[in-house]
């Protein structure tokens, strides 16, 4: 299961608000950077009709492609404001590592 804190669940409501359109958001990753996968976080506008894991987070509809969900099983999703900088922040036990400027992870 993936959880998403009270900031996250906010932040990703008001967005799919000021977009006007959406039913959630998919997480799942993809192959980039040194390490070899980035997080990525889509407002999605319809329910895929693949076979994807739902979850139910305090109203705020989440999908992951089975593919991911082996790498995401057990992660929490939080949105965090730390000086200048805001967004989401991937806190997800099976990561092995991080690269440098922490743009990639190894799953």
């Known amino acids: 299961m993936i959880t998403l804190t009270e900031k996250a669940i906010e932040h990703a409501k008001r967005s799919l608000e000021k977009r006007g359109s959406g039913v959630g958001v998919r997480i799942g990753t993809r192959n980039s950077g040194c390490s070899g996968f980035a997080y990525v976080v889509e407002f ?31 992660m929490k999703l939080d949105y965090v404001k730390k000086g200048l900088n805001e967004g989401f922040e991937f806190i997800n036990p099976n990561e092995k590592g991080r690269c440098g400027c922490g743009e990639s992870v190894s799953l």
């Open 44 to 74: 999605i506008d319809q329910v895929p009709e693949e076979f994807m894991f739902a979850f139910d987070n305090g109203g705020l509809q989440v999908y992951v492609d089975p593919k991911d969900y082996v790498y995401l099983d057990g």
